[in-house]
């Protein structure tokens, strides 16, 4: 069992970078696929994927209103797990959440999530 702490959300302009860390605690990290996901304000009932990564990084997945923007990553020997964002959008203003499952496609651990706000 694992359990994801977000952090590095903030407030950033349009067009500007921002990397979201996740730590997630326990000793099976490198067994787990990782995801991001995001939700809106005011939509507290959609809550969207953004990107996967299998146990190894080897594969990963990525929404198409992000793709060639965001990239996920991983490293199994610190237990982390990193969203860089960049070319951001007022449309990206959400709560960030960090995930962890058994496979990219099927996620039980869910972090807090971390705030990033996209002035324009």
């Known amino acids: 069992q694992v359990q994801p702490v977000e952090f590095g959300g903030g407030l950033v302009q349009a067009g500007g970078s921002l990397r979201l860390s996740c730590a997630a605690s326990?000793?099976?990290?490198?067994?787990?696929?990782m995801g991001w996901f995001r939700q809106a304000p005011g939509k507290e009932q959609e809550r969207e994927l953004v990107?996967?990564?299998?146990?190894?990084?080897?594969?990963?997945y990525y929404a198409d209103y992000v793709k060639g923007r965001f990239t996920i990553s991983r490293d199994n020997a610190k237990s982390m797990v990193y969203l860089q964002m960049n070319s951001l959008k007022p449309e990206d203003t959400a709560a960030y959440y960090c995930?962890?499952?058994?496979?990219?496609?099927?996620?039980?651990?869910w972090g807090e999530g971390t705030l990033v706000y996209v002035s324009s």
């Open positions: 990107a996967t990564i299998n146990w190894s990084g080897s594969s990963t």
């Open positions: 326990g000793p099976t990290f490198s067994s787990y696929a």
């Open positions: 995930a962890a499952g058994a496979t990219q496609n099927h996620m039980a651990y």
